[in-house]
């Protein structure tokens, strides 16, 4: 197991009238490298999970593993885990608190206490990797910045850090398409190139899908559906019955194939819905 839970049980504000239990007996595991799901409607637990997968909360009962151990509850051991499993919060950017986008990338790594000259060349490097120039955008102010490019400056701030593990709340809410394809494009990147392990969470499924090698099912703080892409994908009914829509190019997939068209309905993009269906015309 490289990063998962077995039996993770959370609950806010226990032994009062408020107590709620978030996650009950939550078990899974994704491997290195994997690009997972975490896969939920509105309050089933997403949230509470990904900080469990940092060690921001502590659990009720049950354990969170990292890399073959147990993660524990000392201070070193928590500084050293978040070193390593970067988390980008749902909308971070209402998180900024520097005067310019250098100082907000270059926060972590002065956190942690690493030379001057070091840390510029992580900052360098972080924003880079996000497809900004740091002399061009050093001196910007956070908030002067759209929407799209303080996501990514967000994103920077914590891939300076060097994480294995990249963690995403729900990382495109409050974009528009064109900032969603371009986060989408990011994280394909520090996947597939630089070998970063990713999970994000979401509540539906468009960009996600066809990225994703492993998924996890939420419904009120349980687990109800865990396995490969394809294996959860191609449960459509459950899907629906769990509040869940596939991606829309998926769902027409599927209207094709009840109206008797020989189509696939493992298809997550438009590219892979029209090459589809030109084949169709091929074989008639
Ligand atoms: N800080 C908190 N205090 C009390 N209850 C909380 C807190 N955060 C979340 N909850 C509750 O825990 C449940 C799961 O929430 P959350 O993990 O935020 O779900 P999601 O991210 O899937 O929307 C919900 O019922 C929510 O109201
Ligand atoms: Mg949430």
């Given at each position: 197991m490289f990063i998962g839970t077995e039996?993770?049980?959370?609950?806010?504000?226990?032994?009062?009238p408020?107590?709620?239990?978030?996650?009950?007996?939550?078990?899974?595991?994704?491997?290195?490298?994997?690009?997972?799901?975490?896969?939920?409607?509105?309050?089933?637990?997403?949230?509470?999970?990904?900080?469990?997968?940092?060690?921001?909360?502590?659990?009720?009962?049950?354990?969170?593993?990292?890399?073959?151990?147990?993660?524990?509850?000392?201070?070193?051991?928590?500084?050293?885990?978040?070193?390593?499993?970067g988390l980008v919060f749902q909308i971070p950017e209402e998180q900024f608190f520097s005067e310019s986008v250098y100082d907000e990338v270059a926060f972590a790594p002065r956190n942690l206490g690493l030379d001057e000259k070091v840390v510029a060349e992580r900052v360098e490097e972080a924003l880079q990797k996000v497809g900004m120039q740091v002399n061009t955008v050093k001196s910007w102010h956070p908030f002067r910045l759209s929407a799209g490019q303080k996501r990514l400056v967000a994103i920077a701030a914590v891939l300076s850090l060097k994480p294995e593990v990249l963690i995403f709340d729900e990382p495109s809410v409050g974009l528009d398409p064109a900032g969603k394809k371009n986060i989408f494009n990011l994280l394909k990147d520090l996947n597939q190139k630089d070998g970063l392990t990713i999970i994000i969470s979401t509540h539906h499924l468009d960009e996600a899908a066809v990225l994703a090698d492993r998924v996890l099912v939420l419904k009120q703080g349980r687990l109800v559906m865990f396995g490969s892409a394809d294996y959860i994908f191609a449960q459509r009914k459950r899907l629906n019955e769990l509040g869940l829509a596939l991606p829309q190019v998926t769902e027409i997939m599927h209207s094709l194939v009840e109206k008797g068209l020989p189509v696939s309905t493992e298809v997550y993009t438009l590219e892979q819905a029209k090459s589809e269906i030109k084949n169709i015309k091929r074989r008639n």
């Open positions: 039996k993770l049980t959370h609950t806010y504000m226990p032994g009062t408020f107590s709620t239990e978030a996650l009950q007996d939550v078990s899974f595991n994704f491997q290195k490298g994997e690009f997972a799901l975490i896969l939920g409607p509105s309050g089933s637990g997403k949230s509470t999970l990904i900080q469990h997968l940092n060690g921001l909360l502590r659990p009720t009962s049950g354990q969170v593993i990292f890399d073959g151990a147990i993660v524990g509850s000392n201070k070193r051991e928590l500084l050293h885990l978040r070193r390593r499993i």
